[in-house]
């Protein structure tokens, strides 16, 4: 079965660095997602992505994070001067179609330390 | 804005019991989605089970069924013949019109052999 694929699975990155999460969608979906998930609270949508551009983004993603498909294939989140609350699991999806269930990758463990 | 409660923070069950996982959700759409996802220790999102607001017939996946109540917005999840695997967190969550999922505060399932 096709899977959504992220890599790294965890990065201990220092406060202040840039990190950027890499994500490789299913290849015939078409919309992509960022969640963020911190330890023991409930998942919260970041940002959505369609046609090459944002098509909706949380209150949580202000200037320090920045998304792009720099290849066609590869979907990445770069987060800015990272901070000790960017602390998280960070989840890509992808979804096919609007009407479609979602996909989501086995997520990535940040930590800032 | 669409909202998700999962008013049950811990459930506990017996191995071969029934557990049933509590969700309501708010919304002025009428055309949405709901889901119940699973995310063991590992942390990764597993979708459980989904379910179309159109459609009157509630889901089953094997021992997973679902009893939706539209008019009260509510979605349950019904776990029959409880395993030691289903031990996990689980959310419920929203899909509507914009694409992104709600989810809910999670409800962790503890499974008693």
């Known amino acids: 079965e096709p899977e959504v694929t992220q890599t790294p699975s965890h990065q201990v990155t220092q406060m202040g660095q840039e990190v950027i999460l890499r994500c490789v969608p299913i290849?015939?979906?078409?919309?992509f997602y960022w969640y963020r998930q911190i330890l023991g609270q409930k998942v919260e949508f970041l940002v959505s992505?369609?046609?090459?551009?944002?098509?909706?983004k949380s209150e949580i993603f202000d200037d320090q994070f920045s998304v792009e498909r720099p290849d066609g294939s590869n979907f990445t989140l770069k987060i800015r001067s990272t901070k000790l609350e960017d602390s998280a699991m960070y989840f890509c999806?992808?979804?096919?179609?609007?009407?479609?269930?979602?996909?989501f990758g086995s997520g990535t463990r940040l930590t800032v330390v | 804005a669409q909202t998700v409660t999962q008013s049950q923070p811990e459930m506990s069950v017996q191995e071969a019991e029934t557990v049933t996982l509590s969700c309501t959700y708010d919304t002025s759409e009428s055309d949405y989605y709901l889901f119940w996802y699973k995310q063991p220790p590992s942390r990764q999102m597993i979708l459980v089970i989904r379910q179309e607001a159109y459609k009157q017939q509630n889901a089953t996946e094997n021992r997973f069924s679902v009893n939706f109540q539209k008019a009260a917005k509510s979605f349950s999840l019904k776990i029959s013949d409880s395993q030691l695997g289903d031990a996990a967190m689980y959310f419920c969550a929203y899909k509507g019109r914009e694409g992104k999922l709600t989810f809910g505060q999670g409800t962790i399932l503890t499974v008693h052999p």
């Open positions: 290849s015939n979906h078409l919309y």
């Open positions: 992505f369609y046609n090459n551009e944002i098509s909706e």
């Open positions: 999806a992808s979804i096919q179609g609007a009407d479609y269930g979602y996909t």
